[in-house]
């Protein structure tokens, strides 16, 4: 589980919290989530799901799932990464960088055409 305990130390630094706060945020004594964040427990699915809600991710990328259509890895945690930046951002900042990544992918196609 080494995967999710540092998962649920990048999702806390993307965040700009600590562990501690992360705990506080989840609902968990800190004690039970440090254990979480060092690898040396694992927590019931219905723990691992309430902790992926209030971060703002998902189990899946906690637990290293990579998404069913992206085989390469590099751009899996990308992608990811990217999801996990659009939980924070407006309804008018999500849709610039939407308007931006249609942007680029159109012209990727039309140059490989």
Known sequence: MDIFANRLRER?????????????RVGLDERRYAHYASGRREPD???????A?????????????????????????????????????????????IIQAEALSARRNRDVS
Request: net charge negative; aromatic share 4%; proline share 3%.
């Open 45 to 51: 699915l219905a723990t691992l799901v309430n902790i």
């Open 53 to 97: 809600e209030i971060l703002g991710t998902d189990p899946n990328w906690l637990l290293g799932v990579l998404p069913r259509n992206v085989n390469d890895k590099a751009k899996a945690g990308l992608i990811e990464r990217f999801s996990n930046s659009a939980t924070g951002m407006t309804i008018d900042e999500l849709e610039l960088c």
């Open 12 to 24: 806390a630094k993307q965040l700009g919290i600590s562990n501690a706060e992360a705990a506080r």
